[in-house]
């Protein structure tokens, strides 16, 4: 593998008619690391991807990938691709599609080990169109690691896939990365952000508006949840507490979300009956979450 940084975008900047989709975006990711590019519909992940691989050119800046353009680094093989949406040959058998795609490469994996590594074996002689979702996007993951690539970009990977199946397209992806491969993938699964990246870069209006590890993103984010059993809660007093930013009720089960934690606990157990009370810390979602609003206040 390539010590080169895996991908650097500098000054880059995309426009449809009207709609700046990319506003500037500097980005570079360093061999080895697992990047996960988090952000609503209309953020500008799909625009600054489709740069990345050479499907659209930016009206201003830079892409390299490995040192070369894009279209240099995909002929070279470096690049694997797993498209959420990617077309498939529906009627062909996914062993006669592997062999087709590996094919078309200069090294090519073996397709007996794509197929293991993508946890597909079973499926050789299986057409594509009688598969699940979640098998499809195991075929697509194997189509990607054919060639062999440096840099594995993967939009929405898991789509489709069931809690296990998730759970095993992971365990693969870490005996990709085992291998010094590096991955960039756009997800709406914030826990898998949370669990598997080294790092979360977070796009809104075509900029990225955070980027670090998920530790550091969520600790940008003061305060705590409260949950607690407060049968016939007063709802106005808590809304009204010192710290107590907003009230949530489901049933019996009131939902606190505190700048200042131990002030509401201390009123929740000396004027309330309280019950099953639990204190978290901000998750990922939080996060993103508060970075989007303070984000859309500073736009307006």
């Known amino acids: 593998m390539t010590t080169t940084s895996a991908v650097t975008l500098s000054g880059v900047t995309k426009r449809y008619g009207t709609v700046q989709a990319v506003a500037g975006v500097d980005l570079t990711i360093r061999s080895g690391e697992v990047v996960a590019m988090l952000g609503p519909n209309g953020a500008g992940k799909s625009t600054t991807i489709e740069m990345l691989l050479g499907l659209v050119r930016p009206d201003q800046g830079s892409v390299q990938v490995y040192g070369s353009s894009p ?27 592997l062999n087709l795609v590996a094919g078309l490469h200069k090294d090519p994996m073996p397709v007996a ?84 990246a080294d790092r979360v870069v977070l796009m809104r209006n075509g ?38 930013r907003s009230v949530e009720t489901r049933g019996d089960v009131v939902l606190l979300q505190c700048g200042d934690s131990d002030d509401t606990l201390r009123y929740l157990l000396d004027n309330t009956n309280a019950h099953d009370i639990e204190v978290t810390a901000a998750d990922l979602e939080d996060a993103v979450l508060a970075i989007s609003a303070a984000e859309e206040e500073s736009v307006a």
């Open 207 to 244: 900029k990225v508006v955070a980027d670090g590890t998920a530790a550091q993103i969520k600790a940008g984010v003061s305060g705590r949840t409260i949950r607690a059993t407060v049968p016939g809660a007063d709802l106005a007093a808590f809304a009204a507490l010192p710290g107590v």
């Open 71 to 97: 279209a240099e680094a995909i002929a070279a093989g470096k690049i694997g691709v797993m498209l959420q949406s990617g077309g498939i040959i529906e009627d062909a058998k996914v062993g006669e599609l």
């Open 113 to 196: 080990e794509a197929l293991d590594r993508a946890g597909i074996a079973d499926l050789t002689g299986r057409k594509l169109k009688g598969l699940s979702g979640g098998q499809k996007q195991r075929v697509r993951f194997a189509m990607a690691i054919i060639p062999q690539p440096d840099l594995i970009v993967l939009d929405e990977p898991t789509t489709g896939m069931d809690v296990e199946s998730r759970r095993d397209f992971w365990a693969s992806m870490h005996a990709e990365t085992a291998l010094g491969r590096t991955v960039l993938f756009a997800t709406h699964y914030l826990e898998e952000a949370d669990a598997y």
